[in-house]
């Protein structure tokens, strides 16, 4: 079956860095976009960051552009996302997500950026 499970979130202190990792299994990663996202607490979820499904187009939210890097690895059904200079707004459940025409949801990882 379709798994999506993300790791590598935790607490950090602002100014610091996360590597947020998506293991994929159940389908052919290499064919499906895939996509980053986060909920904060009291607000709806948002889109992160993107990547094509051969990893050559990448884009980014404004609140994160120039901090973060969204990244893939086809061989090893993995996509990753680099968080630099976190700061308190960015504390949220991150999402992994398979897009291709279909949508396949992680179950989130916990940032929280604190002092």
């Known amino acids: 079956q379709v798994q999506l499970v993300e790791s590598g979130g935790g607490l950090v202190q602002p100014g610091g860095s996360l590597r947020l990792s998506c293991a994929a299994s159940g389908f052919t990663f290499s064919m499906y976009a895939m996509n980053w996202h986060r909920q904060a607490p009291g607000k709806e979820r948002e889109l992160v960051a993107s990547i094509s499904a051969a990893g050559g187009t990448t884009s980014y939210a404004d609140s994160v552009k120039g901090r973060f890097i969204i990244s893939r690895d086809n061989a090893k059904n993995t996509v990753y996302l680099q968080m630099n200079s976190l700061k308190p707004e960015d504390t949220a459940v991150y999402y992994c997500?398979?897009?291709?025409?279909?949508?396949?949801w992680g179950k989130g990882t916990l940032v929280t950026v604190s002092s």
């Open positions: 997500n398979a897009f291709r025409g279909r949508n396949y």
